[in-house]
């Protein structure tokens, strides 16, 4: 996973779409043993909801005119098993069953690479930009900047979670895909594609709802910038003959205004204008799909119903399964309201905190819901570690990197065996497995909290720098 | 910002203690590991019975004189075939005596089946197995199948007693066996207290007995029967009377325990008769602890035997361990005189078979190889032993037959009595353990604190390396991404804490190289025609080949101008230090033993290993012993090296080929062992290892680890796929491995003509004589002792590395010497 990174530390010599393109050869190759590789029943890679198995149970349930989400099989969206059932049922001859849908997730990892690398380098020219409107440009040459939307590519395209997920017969990549969508939509300033992106993701898998906080500040302010109080000081400090830079700044629409705190009110707006357009065209979409299958609350019963109320107590590398297998039924409301304010309790204060930072906050997000998601896997990881390479600069100084790393290598191997152990060979039990799982939720908190700690530190250089440039 | 901070919390400062005397608390650590290791005989609990519905012995056996005398018949009649051309005989009797007394009976057809390897189905387990083009009707394998239907239960749930037979030419102990079966079966055919199903697999072991029996279950769980095309065409010729009988395949329901009785030609030197338990499977799996006890308890209470359970017999006389048995036993009486209560000593004798038996249990475990028929019952989750009963005199199996029927009857029913009255699958007592003595064993919780001390160092030695490469050279940190003199400008240095990645990637590359080196065997085994001595040699050619290509690929992507060069291999031996600790945990979950073992090899490798070139340059005794401990460990932990020296010592070194290594690894593999990956990973780290230790210091640390993990890995990636519902096997290969009386050996690969042939089988006391023959069998082998080679070998790098330390390219030491190599020369 990091190795990529490594290479193009190195330079550009090695060259960014050699690499992405090798990456999609390696999983065509990896689609032609689906079989082999047996990881589309591997709980760490296919939930309930994102099953391919399961969408295809539900489209075939849905050819014999019965309800899809009949027989609790399929959970998913109505408009997924449209457009991605009848791919399931169509088989090449000779070739492995299922072959359409794993390219459809090959493509949807690709494009989500290069929507990641368009990110990256609105990031990355607006971090130059700032830094240089507050006359830091002497770190940008000290430090040698690397380019972070090509490493968040590539460590996206070559992690072995993506990978597995890829070729695993999941809905995953797909979803990942809308998410990177709505972000690019947000930081490139496009608000139908952001609302587009939101929507659709958030009705996928609805936990990315919460990535609306970052959309606003990323669509109303302006990608990641150093803390808005350094531009203010600096301002007020500054004669009018800095105004160069400025106007230097408003070359590049994409970064408007960095230097000024001022919140673009109206694409705000504009961005709920068109998100209750998607939204209705969705459910309009979907009302039509599952009409005779008892309309639009038989959907939400069975798609976010079941996310919410974890009906499924398959193991997972979640940590909910377990715990609402042993907790007594009178008490499984109160808990199912605890784990899921646990996800919305944390909002709020990161989102003051970093509100500067819009970007790293979806990553936050993104993690923190990974977490405490009902139905997780490794697809998710594999997101959000692709979102945390977007800050290789700023993170550079992250505490304990190789202690996680270590980590997440042993969980990901010991967790099989766990599996294994308890379900096929019977010498285990359901402890060992949830054990994997619980020191997995542990790692995350402490990327989360490293990487937090590492941004404000980095925050914090700057507002030293500037302070002693001043003085 | 961290001087001003306040003192960290405790545990912080507790866990900064030990990092910063790391090398201290890890040779405490090691030394505790290892006297724990050999303490743990001392530590072993007396078993007790967990599951309380067993209540064994409750009830009186009820198996009568009668059936005995029944059972005597039958042996007899068994005995009085003079001839047994289509090996049909035998099968046909056992049917009608089972249709006489009312059970269900079917044949099961089986090939031996040719697993050949294959790198995916490595991971996955077994496939099919493909069905050899040229057999006769007469290669089939023909298991008879008798069901008892219990009166009192709803067929979900079944008992398997299986006894293997040689259907083409059976000895009086093996009918006696059968004869106790149907002795036992007769009498249950007729009890009411029955609520499990009675499953009798008389299997024939004419391709070996794990063979016969894994064939039947695979066939029992996946319920197709193969793709025996010509089955019917042989049915025909073979089994032309048996029109009555259902030619469908039986079932019963899931099978709750398996017992295989076996009855052993050669007598025992003890006044009682013995009774041997044989419980090892595949991959070190073992079967619920309360099996073995109520076998135990039954035997040693009810009949009066004598339990035995497999011994390293070598090892009791070894005076070392007589030695260290009577400190214990002075140190135990001293510890009791000081308080009674502290009455941990045993004597000196007991310590000694105790170590002796933990010895061979761990060595069986590591082996991964099953000691028996009931290793195949554990793939599919069924516990079971095989119980090998073994008379007082050698001749007395004619005279004594009516007790010998008697006894282990009446101790078999009991056992099935026991496990009749279970009302859940085993699960109250352990599965992890180790057996001391029948009656004695090491629970999971209590070895894993041998293991636990022993590893503890690995994770402190790679947090203090680590800690050292990020804090002590500030100035080297700048380079990383350019390697530009360090700028002052900024007091931060950029991503320290990213360093490790380019350790992280020569380890990756080495793991990879390993993965492609461990899977090579399957291509070099297509080679028709070729000796195990040229296959071997291809195969290291091979890896070398590889070697240079991926070196070639990944490019010294090190920045080889840096000053921080001469660092950088702390970084590296942490990183291989941490995989290789993560390889072991991982790999003490799937293989207790094998990981024990595999941390006495490595854990002293990683923690003294040091670049040679550094020690070259400082030139003390220190360095020198330092040296010379990882050129011992180096060699040590050569897997051939480990094998020729075992083998040596068992059967003399005159006897040893160079391709006998190819041959044993062969047959690790073909048993899925995870052990195999553990040698062939340890070969080429090694290799890779000792090769670049020589040449470039960074190169150097690497090796450790990729063995270590790739154990872990590929044990776990196979594990993780391989145990489908329906498949799940360990897949045979009967050609190569043979099993007999729970030794495997090391025999010549038949030709396919030759399969008809009955099996030879190797018994324990002769072992040697009978490795000794095996190795007479091969005539192109060449008679090279291999440790030689490989010493002249590890000479060859010694003395360059001498030239390079005499000074003159001590820092561009790329240029070996005309001696090595040609893959050598880029460094």
């Known amino acids: ?471 | 910002m961290e001087e001003d901070k306040p003192k960290p919390r405790p545990i912080i400062r507790l866990g900064l203690f030990l990092i910063s005397h790391s090398l201290l608390v890890s040779v405490v650590c090691c030394t505790a590991g290892v006297l724990s290791l050999l303490l743990l005989p001392v530590l072993g609990k007396n078993t007790y019975i967990s599951e309380n519905a067993l209540m064994p012995g409750s009830a009186r056996p009820m198996l009568t004189n009668d059936d005995v005398s029944e059972g005597e018949r039958f042996v007899n009649q068994i005995l009085s075939f003079d001839t047994m051309s289509t090996g049909m005989e035998i099968p046909k009797m056992i049917t009608d005596h089972i249709m006489d007394l009312g059970g269900e009976v079917n044949h099961h057809k089986f090939l031996p089946q040719f697993n050949k390897f294959h790198p995916l189905h490595f991971f996955l387990g077994p496939d099919a197995g493909t069905v050899p083009e040229n057999y006769s009707c007469l290669s089939y394998g023909v298991n008879t199948v008798g069901i008892i239907r219990a009166p009192r239960g709803d067929g979900k749930e079944a008992i398997v007693l299986v006894t293997p037979y040689n259907s083409l030419k059976i000895t009086r102990a093996e009918a006696l066996s059968l004869g106790i079966a149907y002795a036992l079966f007769s009498l249950l055919s007729r009890v009411t207290w029955l609520s499990k199903d009675i499953v009798w697999l008389a299997a024939d072991s004419r391709h070996g007995e794990y063979t016969a029996v894994a064939s039947w279950l695979r066939d029992y769980h996946t319920a197709s029967f193969g793709d025996l095309k010509h089955s019917e065409i042989c049915a025909a010729s073979n089994l032309p009377e048996m029109k009555k009988m259902h030619n469908g395949f039986r079932h019963a329901g899931t099978m709750a325990a398996a017992l295989v009785i076996k009855v052993s030609n050669r007598s025992t030197e003890f006044e009682k008769d013995a009774l041997t338990i044989y419980a090892e499977a595949s991959n070190g799996q073992m079967p619920n602890l309360d099996l073995i006890n109520i076998v135990n308890y039954l035997a040693v209470h009810g009949q009066g035997y004598r339990v035995k359970v497999e011994k390293i017999w070598s090892l009791l006389n070894a005076w070392w361990l007589k030695s260290l048995g009577q400190l214990i036993e002075m140190l135990g009486k001293l510890a009791g005189s000081l308080n009674p209560q502290w009455n941990f000593g045993i004597p000196v004798s007991e310590y000694v078979e105790c170590t002796a038996t933990l010895a061979s249990s761990l060595y069986n475990q590591a082996l991964g190889v099953p000691t028996g028929p009931h290793g195949a019952f554990r793939d599919y989750q069924v516990d079971a032993i095989t119980m090998e009963i073994s008379p007082k005199f050698s001749s007395s199996l004619n005279n004594r037959q009516h007790e010998i029927l008697l006894h282990v009857g009446r101790l078999v029913e009991g056992v099935v009595r026991s496990v009749n009255n279970l009302l859940e699958k085993f699960h109250q007592s352990f599965f992890l353990y180790l057996l001391t003595s029948p009656s004695r064993f090491v629970s999971v919780g209590v070895y894993m604190i041998a293991f636990a001390l022993l590893v503890a160092p690995l994770p402190l030695v790679a947090a203090s390396l680590f800690s050292d490469a990020t804090k002590s050279n500030p100035d080297a940190e700048e380079d990383k991404f350019a390697c530009k003199p360090a700028s002052t400008v900024q007091p931060a240095p950029t991503s320290t804490s990213w360093k490790w990645l380019y350790a992280a990637k020569q380890v990756l590359i080495v793991h990879l190289w390993s993965a492609i080196v461990t899977l090579l065997p399957y291509f070099v085994d297509q080679i028709p025609d070729s000796s195990p001595t040229t296959k071997l040699s291809i195969w290291i050619v091979l890896s070398i080949i590889t070697l240079l290509f991926l070196d070639l690929f990944s490019g010294s992507s090190f920045p080889s101008t840096c000053r921080s060069r001469d660092t950088e291999w702390t970084l590296l031996k942490s990183v291989t230090v941490a995989a290789a600790f993560i390889g072991l945990c991982l790999m003490s979950v799937i293989n207790f033993a094998t990981a024990e073992i595999g941390a006495l090899l490595l854990v002293p490798m990683c923690l003294t290993t040091v670049p040679l070139r550094l020690d070259n340059k400082v030139n003390t005794l220190r360095a020198l012993i330092r040296g010379a401990c990882n050129l011992i460990f180096i060699f040590v932990g050569f897997p051939p090296t480990v094998f020729f020296v075992l083998k040596g010592a068992l059967e003399g070194f005159d006897n040893m080929r160079f391709g006998d290594f190819w041959n044993w690894a062969e047959s690790l593999w073909s048993w899925n062992s995870a052990t195999y990956i553990y040698m062939y990973e340890n070969i080429r780290l090694n290799c890779r290892r000792q090769v670049f230790a020589w040449m470039s210091s960074w190169w150097y640390e690497l090796f450790l680890g990729v063995l270590t993990i790739v154990i872990g890995l590929h044990g776990w990636v196979k594990i993780m796929v391989m145990n489908g519902v329906d498949d799940g096997g360990c897949p045979l290969d009967g050609r190569r491995l043979r099993l007999g009386c729970g030794d495997f050996s090391w025999e010549q690969v038949p030709s396919r003509t030759e399969l008809d042939r009955p099996e030879r089988s190797w018994t324990v006391t002769e072992l040697r004589t009978c490795m000794k023959r095996i190795s007479l069998y091969s005539h192109r082998a060449q008679m090279i002792a291999p440790h030689m080679f490989f010493l002249a070998w590890y000479l060859l790098r010694f003395l360059m590395g001498a030239s390079n330390a005499n000074g003159r390219e001590v820092i561009d030491s790329r240029v070996p010497s005309k001696a090595t190599l040609a893959i050598y020369c880029r460094y």
């Open chain 1, 1 to 471: 996973m990091e190795e990529e990174t490594k290479n193009k530390i190195n330079g550009k010599k090695l060259g960014f779409w050699k690499w992405a393109i090798a990456s999609v050869i390696f999983r065509l190759i990896l689609i032609y043993f689906p079989q082999n590789l047996n990881l589309s029943s591997r709980p760490e890679v296919s939930t309930p909801v994102t099953s391919l198995r399961r969408l295809a149970e539900g489209y075939w349930l849905k050819q014999l005119s019965m309800s899809p989400y009949a027989g609790s099989m399929y959970h998913g969206s109505p408009l997924l098993l449209s457009v991605l059932g009848p791919l399931t049922a169509i088989k090449v001859e000779g070739q492995p069953n299922h072959l359409l849908c794993s390219l459809v997730s090959v493509i949807a990892d690709f494009i989500c690479a290069l929507l990641i690398r368009a990110t990256g380098c609105i990031l990355q020219t607006a971090h130059g930009q700032n830094l240089k409107s507050l006359g830091l440009e002497t770190m940008l040459e000290d430090i040698e900047i690397m380019p972070s939307g090509d490493i968040a590519a590539l460590v996206y395209l070559w992690n072995p979670f993506t990978i597995f997920t890829c070729v695993g017969f999941n809905t995953s990549p797909v979803e990942n895909l809308f998410v990177v969508l709505s972000l690019y939509g947000a930081s490139a300033g496009i608000v139908p594609l952001a609302a587009f992106g939101w929507v659709i993701a958030s009705h996928l898998s609805l936990y990315p709802v919460v990535l609306v906080i970052p959309v606003i500040l990323l669509l109303g302010y302006c990608p990641d910038t150093p803390p808005r109080k350094l531009f203010l000081q600096r301002d007020f400090q500054k004669t009018g003959a800095e105004r160069s830079i400025k106007n230097h700044v408003q070359e590049r629409p994409l970064t408007n205004k960095p230097a000024e705190a001022t919140f673009f009110w109206w694409r705000v707006i504009l961005f709920f204008l068109w998100a209750s357009i998607w939204i209705a065209y969705v459910l309009i979409l979907c009302a039509i799909s599952v009409k005779e299958y008892g309309g639009l609350p038989e959907m939400f019963k069975r798609t976010y119903g079941f996310i919410l109320t974890v009906k499924d107590l398959s193991p997972n590398i979640g940590v909910l399964w377990y715990f609402f297998a042993e907790v007594f039924d009178f008490f499984r409301n109160f808990f199912l309201i605890v784990f899921h304010v646990n996800i919305l309790f944390m909002i709020l204060p990161l989102a003051i905190r970093l509100n500067h930072r819009p970007c790293f906050l979806a990553f936050v997000y993104l993690t923190i819901s990974s977490m405490l998601k009902s139905y997780p896997s490794v697809g998710d990881s594999a997101l959000y570690l692709g979102m945390m390479a977007l800050f290789v600069n700023e993170l550079a100084e992250m505490q304990f990197s190789f202690f996680l790393f270590c980590g997440y290598v042993g969980v990901s191997l010991l967790s099989p065996v766990m599996h294994n152990l308890w379900i096929w060979r019977g010498t285990g039990n359901a402890n060992f497995y949830y054990a994997t799982a619980m020191a997995y939720a542990c790692f995350q908190i402490i990327l989360v909290v490293e990487s937090v700690s590492a941004m404000l530190n980095h925050d914090r250089k700057i507002r030293k720098q500037c302070r002693t440039m001043e003085g």
